[in-house]
């Protein structure tokens, strides 16, 4: 009983500082990641070069529906790129966190391991027409909702 | 009231006799140990992280030279023998954007520094010091990884001219993940 008592202080401890279901975020890690598998095409701050779309101050515009949240996981770099499940969905936090500027909210919902390891499982095999039509629902969307305000 | 007083008489003998003012530390300090084991909250790290600007490196060695620590995954002319440098495009060419990146041990310092191979191109190959240490090319299927395709993407011209190595980061120590 006693052992039990002091276990539960233990365990007591480690909530008190570890909240549940946070994953790791070392942006270290995600920016050498970034740097090994994205930086090349994306630029250093996520800028882009002619036909690399732009990630710096609009790659936040995806997650305003859920078709374009999993765009920024099925696109072939990231579905089929080296990095594991978790380290991707660092990457991709890290890339919201530090390129999204005023285009992502400061609470949104933060990608974790096995969200996109589901993901991940369907690459998109076209992009280009994708990506267009996406953004075409989420401004017609955005202009809809701030026509009922 | 009784009922309440006898309740907690009743406890507290049972707290005193099954526990000691030394176990009270013990289990204090089992709170303090449980709290340091677990790392800081998940947006403090983000925000304790450095920002990892790259410092520049301790340098040795001739740039113009193949064997230079930064070209171990180079393929192609070294910019340094054709008018430029090793971070800098010779006059008349232009740096290409999108480049390949990989990873090179610094003899000076023994860390290893993430290497951007930015490409030159507008001009026809400058043909002298060609370096080929391809450390890391993978095949084609690796598209951002390898060596075998025209890297001079997202330039006016798509003409090869010589290779720069540019130091944009220090490299994680992937053992200390």
Known sequence: ?149 | MNFLDDLFERRSRQLAQRSSRRGVLKQLGGLLVGAAAVPLLPVARAVAAPQAAPKAPKEMGDESDCDYWRYCAIDGFLCSCCGGTKNSCPPGTEMSPITWIGTCRNPADGRNYVISYNDCCGKSSCGICLCQRDEGDRPPYRSDKTNDINWCLGTASAVYHCSTAIVVGVALDKGAK
């Not at chain 1, 008190?16 to 090349?40: D, H, I, K, W």
């Not at chain 1, 594991?84 to 609470?107: M, P, R, T, Y």
């Open chain 1, 1 to 149: 009983m006693r052992k039990l008592g002091r276990w539960w202080l233990f365990a007591l401890g480690l909530l008190t500082v570890a909240p549940l279901g946070a994953e790791e975020f070392n942006a270290q890690r995600a920016r050498f990641n970034y740097q090994m598998s994205c930086q090349g095409c994306h630029a250093p701050d996520g800028v882009g070069a002619s036909t690399v779309p732009r990630m710096k101050d609009f790659v936040g515009t995806f997650l305003r529906s859920r078709a374009g949240r999993e765009f920024l996981v099925r696109v072939p770099g990231a579905a089929t790129s080296a990095l594991g499940d978790a380290e991707l969905a660092e990457v991709l936090n890290w890339i919201l966190l530090d390129f999204g500027g005023d285009s992502v909210k400061s609470d949104f919902r933060r990608y974790t391991g096995t969200e996109v390891g589901a993901l991940r499982k369907s690459p998109l095999f076209e992009v280009d027409r994708y990506r267009v039509q996406l953004l075409a629902e989420i401004a017609s969307n955005t202009m809809e909702n701030q026509s009922h305000d």
